[in-house]
């Protein structure tokens, strides 16, 4: 009897041992297609190694982009092929395109380092959003 119940009592202790290891990982056990940004903006990842596409709060499909930079409070990402950038201002709920020469004539905007899609994926954390 003694002995049946220190068994039990080893698998239920194994058992949160395990669960509590793979809650406190860094790695991305489960392959989350998404990583967040801020105020629910998220990157996603359509394929492996990409394409990669900017969803906005509460989306399931977004912008298919090959660039893109953030500085608290703007998103700048730039679609597939175009001359033109999104602008989101996450504080404002405001989404805007601009072009290329209105992006570097802002301080602010200029201010923000641009890169590639794949860059910026694995510079963000799959459980943290940035601000």
């Given at each position: 009897?003694?002995?049946n119940n220190l068994f039990r009592t080893f698998w239920h202790v194994a058992f949160?041992?395990?669960f509590v290891s793979l809650c406190s990982c860094?790695?991305?056990l489960f392959g989350s297609d998404a990583k967040q940004i801020a105020h629910g903006y998220r990157?996603?990842?359509i394929g492996?190694?990409?394409?990669y596409a900017l969803l906005a709060p509460y989306d399931t499909g977004g912008l298919i982009i090959d660039e893109?930079?953030?500085?608290k409070p703007f998103i700048l990402a730039r679609a597939a092929g175009?001359?033109?950038w999104d602008r989101i201002d996450t504080d404002h709920a405001e989404h805007i395109r601009i072009s290329d020469a209105q992006r570097r004539s802002n301080p602010a905007?200029?201010?923000?380092p641009i890169e590639a899609a794949d860059v910026a994926w694995n510079q963000l954390n799959p459980r943290k959003r940035l601000w």
């Open positions: 009897m003694w002995s949160l041992a395990l860094d790695e991305d990157l996603k990842r492996v190694p990409g394409p893109i930079g953030w500085s175009s001359e033109y905007l200029r201010a923000i």
